[in-house]
């Protein structure tokens, strides 16, 4: 998949009542159970921690140029399923 500043994938997040997804870049279109939101320190020690853990087996070298993006959060709207 291109890497991209900007996704217009459709449906994403669709049915969300818990959890959380980190998406490196923007989305346009969320299901309407979700909202989107920018990434706090927190997260972004999250993310990193799981961008490291992903390098030791896939592309070690790209590290910096991964977390050099800007995150979404995208988070569900409520806790009802």
Excluded: W
Excluded at 33 to 41: F, G, L, M, P, Q
Excluded at 50 to 68: T, Y
């Amino acid at each position: 998949m291109e890497e991209k500043e900007e996704y217009d994938a459709k449906f994403v997040a669709i049915g969300i009542h818990s959890g959380t997804i980190y998406v490196r870049g923007k989305i346009r279109h969320v299901g309407r159970e979700a909202k989107t939101v920018d990434v706090n320190e927190k997260d972004l020690q999250l993310i990193k921690g799981l961008v490291e853990e992903f390098s030791k087996f896939f592309n070690p070298k790209n590290k910096r140029e991964k977390m050099s993006n800007k995150f979404t959060k995208i988070a569900p709207l409520s806790h009802r399923p």
